[in-house]
């Protein structure tokens, strides 16, 4: 406005960032900028406000002109001045004194008139203090506008962010036009600790990973968890480590795997024998078990090297419009998903798919064809990120895992200029690193750790109860996905322990044949409702207002438990079953004959005690969740006691029905 509203529109008006001066030199090779230390900072800033004549040095190959020769007549803006190295302010306030200054290697000195406008985010009473000297802070407070900081005028918010939308259209090539509401009150919610330096990141980022014309709320990302390494360790310190993750068939060459196996295994269920069928025996007693145990070792990793996107993809490839993805999908997709994995989970059971070839070729038909129909509508990973029952499970399970991906927020937002680690479909599921442990979305595809040039990211190992702990904003959706999850396990594996064959003797109109449905599919559904009133009403409902609260926290607690018995379900089949593996595989082969079945069948019976020590791990680790929770939110005792008791009693349950 002071340049614009003094009639010298047609004069030069330059920006410089004084913590992020451009770069004096880059790695040809690689397009990366130079080490940032503090030397290398004063030439920088050197370098742009002043230039150097050639072969200064080996970065001062030729000429440059400076940004004090570039503006003359104009204005320069010192973004963040108290950044600047000493001897550059000391060079600064004798120009300001003489309007003359030297390019580095001359010695003939330049005249130029320049105005200068510099801000800062401390208070001009503090400059000694911020790194200001006092004849460079003397001659900059001759005039001073102090503005009220963001959170002090929060209706100016989004007029200031749509204004920022079409300089960074141009600089990633997008035609962003609006915010949603939600994404809007998102920006009105946060207090901008950094100002409108914070605010430009944030639209930048959102920018940088819309695919549409809208910026919802799932593309702005504010209120990152506090930076903290403590109780973790960064695994990318171990070199091995560091040169494996960087490899660029890491993850993804695992698709050239996953993509065969799982077309051999649709067509074998489909095509093969409906008994005794490998294919399926290899769905239910390994793909899933390891599905599953690969969450507690590296989260939602799995979902970074899975078949359905790659193939859905391949089969979209020539699409290049898309639909804008419904508002109601981005709000309630985790609902859908929700419920998909528990009408999945029962139809499992109810159809035996564990022994039915059939029922589980449907299955994955139904799965690949909702992923195959929705990225031709929405675009890539569009059923990855708003629908997939199976990514809602493995991406809930995550808070789980033995190891987390994430950043330095400190670095991020002080350092990155660029956003290379989500701009150009980086990141497939739109998410910054410094979020992506706060989420659940993260599939850790490497892509943002591989791109970023500033070593910001890490993988970190941690304690499994350790993200949960520090958590300041809890779901209910995650409360009742849990809540369900093992209402699912008990409603499958319970019925096992009632003596329907009696009832059946006694009632046979009701369990045979379409009776079936009873033993099946509505017992099932009942206990699964009884389990999820129950688990309502222990949290206060209807008795104390606060209920929703209660349950939202205490609900969480169940996921060790529920870890526990969702994998149980499936390493129970192989541990019984596994060892037809390579028997029915010689068969297939037609070296039945010539290979005994005995000598090629492993005893995996010693994998049952296995079985008791799975559950009582997570029975353990959801009574330690139960009694911290309950400390740092100070539960009444009433529900302590009531969901201590419900624990014990599905704990003990498990116990017995595996």
Same mark, same amino acid.
């Given at each position: 406005?002071?340049?614009?509203?003094?009639?010298?529109?047609?004069?030069?008006?330059?920006?410089?960032?004084?913590?992020?001066?451009?770069?004096?030199?880059?790695?040809?090779?690689?397009?990366?900028?130079?080490?940032?230390?503090?030397?290398?900072?004063?030439?920088?800033?050197?370098?742009?406000?002043?230039?150097?004549?050639?072969?200064?040095?080996?970065?001062?190959?030729?000429?440059?002109?400076?940004?004090?020769?570039?503006?003359?007549?104009?204005?320069?803006?010192?973004?963040?001045?108290?950044?600047?190295?000493?001897?550059?302010?000391?060079?600064?306030?004798?120009?300001?004194?003489?309007?003359?200054?030297?390019?580095?290697?001359?010695?003939?000195?330049?005249?130029?008139?320049?105005?200068?406008?510099?801000?800062?985010?401390?208070?001009?009473?503090?400059?000694?203090?911020?790194?200001?000297?006092?004849?460079?802070?003397?001659?900059?407070?001759?005039?001073?506008?102090?503005?009220?900081?963001?959170?002090?005028?929060?209706?100016?918010?989004?007029?200031?962010?749509?204004?920022?939308?079409?300089?960074?259209?141009?600089?990633?090539?997008?035609?962003?036009?609006?915010?949603?509401?939600?994404?809007?009150?998102?920006?009105?919610?946060?207090?901008?600790?950094?100002?409108?330096?914070?605010?430009?990141?944030?639209?930048?980022?959102?920018?940088?990973?819309?695919?549409?014309?809208?910026?919802?709320?799932?593309?702005?990302?504010?209120?990152?968890?506090?930076?903290?390494?403590?109780?973790?360790?960064?695994?990318?310190?171990?070199?091995?480590?560091?040169?494996?993750?960087?490899?660029?068939?890491?993850?993804?060459?695992?698709?050239?795997?996953?993509?065969?196996?799982?077309?051999?295994?649709?067509?074998?269920?489909?095509?093969?024998?409906?008994?005794?069928?490998?294919?399926?025996?290899?769905?239910?007693?390994?793909?899933?078990?390891?599905?599953?145990?690969?969450?507690?070792?590296?989260?939602?990793?799995?979902?970074?090297?899975?078949?359905?996107?790659?193939?859905?993809?391949?089969?979209?490839?020539?699409?290049?419009?898309?639909?804008?993805?419904?508002?109601?999908?981005?709000?309630?997709?985790?609902?859908?998903?929700?419920?998909?994995?528990?009408?999945?989970?029962?139809?499992?059971?109810?159809?035996?798919?564990?022994?039915?070839?059939?029922?589980?070729?449907?299955?994955?038909?139904?799965?690949?064809?909702?992923?195959?129909?929705?990225?031709?509508?929405?675009?890539?990973?569009?059923?990855?990120?708003?629908?997939?029952?199976?990514?809602?499970?493995?991406?809930?399970?995550?808070?789980?895992?033995?190891?987390?991906?994430?950043?330095?927020?400190?670095?991020?937002?002080?350092?990155?200029?660029?956003?290379?680690?989500?701009?150009?479909?980086?990141?497939?599921?739109?998410?910054?690193?410094?979020?992506?442990?706060?989420?659940?979305?993260?599939?850790?595809?490497?892509?943002?750790?591989?791109?970023?040039?500033?070593?910001?990211?890490?993988?970190?190992?941690?304690?499994?109860?350790?993200?949960?702990?520090?958590?300041?904003?809890?779901?209910?959706?995650?409360?009742?996905?849990?809540?369900?999850?093992?209402?699912?396990?008990?409603?499958?594996?319970?019925?096992?322990?009632?003596?329907?064959?009696?009832?059946?003797?006694?009632?046979?109109?009701?369990?045979?044949?379409?009776?079936?449905?009873?033993?099946?599919?509505?017992?099932?559904?009942? $206990? *699964?409702? +009884? =389990?999820?009133?129950?688990? &309502?009403? !222990?949290?206060?409902?209807?008795?104390?207002?606060?209920? %929703? /609260? #209660?349950?939202?926290?205490?609900?969480?607690?169940?996921?060790?438990?529920?870890?526990?018995?969702?994998?149980?379900?499936?390493?129970?089949?192989?541990?019984?079953?596994?060892?037809?593996?390579?028997?029915?595989?010689?068969?297939?082969?037609?070296?039945?004959?010539?290979?005994?079945?005995?000598?090629?069948?492993?005893?995996?019976?010693?994998?049952?005690?296995?079985?008791?020590?799975?559950?009582?791990?997570?029975? $353990? *680790?959801? +009574? =330690?969740?139960?009694?911290? &929770?309950? !400390?740092?939110?100070?539960?009444?005792?009433?529900?302590? %006691? /009531? #969901?201590?008791?419900?624990?014990?009693?599905?704990?003990?349950?498990?116990?017995?029905?595996?």
């Amino acid at each position: 406005m002071i340049h614009y509203h003094n009639g010298e529109t047609a004069r030069p008006l330059l920006h410089l960032t004084c913590d992020n001066p451009p770069p004096i030199q880059r790695d040809a090779r690689e397009g990366r900028l130079a080490t940032r230390d503090e030397v290398h900072l004063e030439i920088a800033q050197e370098s742009a406000l002043f230039g150097h004549g050639p072969g200064v040095a080996s970065y001062a190959s030729v000429l440059r002109r400076g940004y004090l020769e570039i503006a003359d007549g104009g204005t320069l803006i010192l973004e963040n001045v108290e950044h600047l190295a000493p001897r550059i302010q000391r060079l600064l306030a004798h120009y300001l004194m003489e309007h003359r200054f030297t390019r580095k290697g001359e010695t003939d000195s330049l005249t130029s008139r320049v105005r200068i406008i510099a801000t800062t985010g401390d208070d001009r009473n503090r400059g000694l203090e911020a790194g200001l000297i006092p004849e460079f802070l003397t001659l900059l407070s001759s005039a001073v506008v102090r503005l009220k900081p963001l959170r002090d005028r929060k209706k100016d918010i989004p007029l200031i962010a749509e204004s920022l939308l079409d300089g960074f259209n141009k600089k990633f090539n997008k035609n962003v036009t609006r915010f949603s509401n939600d994404a809007l009150n998102a920006l009105v919610d946060h207090d901008w600790p950094l100002n409108v330096d914070e605010l430009q990141q944030v639209i930048e980022r959102a920018v940088a990973i819309t695919e549409g014309k809208q910026i919802t709320d799932r593309q702005i990302f504010v209120n990152f968890p506090a930076f903290s390494t403590t109780g973790k360790i960064n695994l990318l310190r171990i070199p091995f480590l560091d040169t494996l993750v960087h490899h660029r068939f890491v993850p993804s060459g695992l698709q050239f795997l996953t993509v065969p196996f799982m077309i051999g295994i649709i067509l074998y269920t489909l095509l093969g024998p409906e008994k005794n069928n490998l294919a399926n025996l290899l769905v239910w007693s390994v793909w899933w078990p390891f599905m599953i145990f690969s969450i507690a070792v590296s989260a939602r990793s799995w979902c970074g090297y899975c078949p359905l996107p790659v193939i859905a993809n391949g089969i979209n490839s020539n699409r290049t419009i898309f639909m804008t993805i419904p508002a109601f999908l981005t709000r309630h997709g985790i609902w859908i998903g929700i419920i998909g994995f528990v009408v999945i989970f029962m139809m499992e059971h109810a159809s035996h798919m564990f022994t039915e070839a059939r029922a589980t070729s449907g299955l994955l038909l139904t799965i690949l064809g909702g992923a195959v129909i929705t990225t031709s509508l929405f675009g890539r990973r569009s059923w990855c990120k708003h629908i997939c029952p199976l990514g809602k499970v493995v991406g809930h399970f995550a808070a789980l895992s033995l190891v987390e991906l994430g950043s330095n927020s400190n670095v991020c937002s002080s350092q990155c200029t660029t956003q290379d680690c989500v701009k150009d479909k980086n990141c497939p599921m739109g998410i910054h690193p410094s979020a992506a442990k706060a989420t659940k979305d993260c599939v850790l595809c490497l892509s943002c750790l591989k791109s970023c040039t500033h070593k910001s990211v890490r993988i970190d190992a941690r304690l499994p109860w350790q993200e949960m702990m520090a958590r300041e904003k809890w779901e209910v959706p995650g409360a009742m996905f849990t809540i369900l999850i093992v209402g699912s396990v008990l409603a499958v594996k319970l019925p096992s322990l009632i003596p329907l064959d009696r009832y059946a003797t006694e009632y046979p109109v009701l369990f045979q044949g379409a009776g079936t449905f009873i033993r099946d599919a509505a017992l099932p559904c009942l $206990i *699964l409702t +009884l =389990f999820t009133a129950l688990a &309502i009403v !222990a949290s206060g409902f209807p008795r104390n207002k606060g209920w %929703r /609260e #209660h349950f939202v926290h205490v609900g969480h607690v169940y996921l060790f438990l529920a870890f526990a018995g969702f994998l149980n379900i499936y390493f129970h089949e192989f541990v019984y079953n596994g060892h037809n593996l390579l028997p029915w595989l010689i068969d297939i082969a037609g070296l039945g004959g010539v290979i005994p079945a005995d000598a090629v069948t492993p005893n995996l019976g010693t994998l049952k005690a296995l079985i008791p020590l799975i559950t009582l791990s997570g029975a $353990i *680790l959801s +009574l =330690f969740m139960l009694k911290s &929770i309950a !400390a740092k939110y100070s539960l009444p005792k009433i529900i302590y %006691r /009531e #969901h201590l008791l419900i624990l014990s009693l599905t704990s003990l349950i498990f116990l017995l029905v595996f």
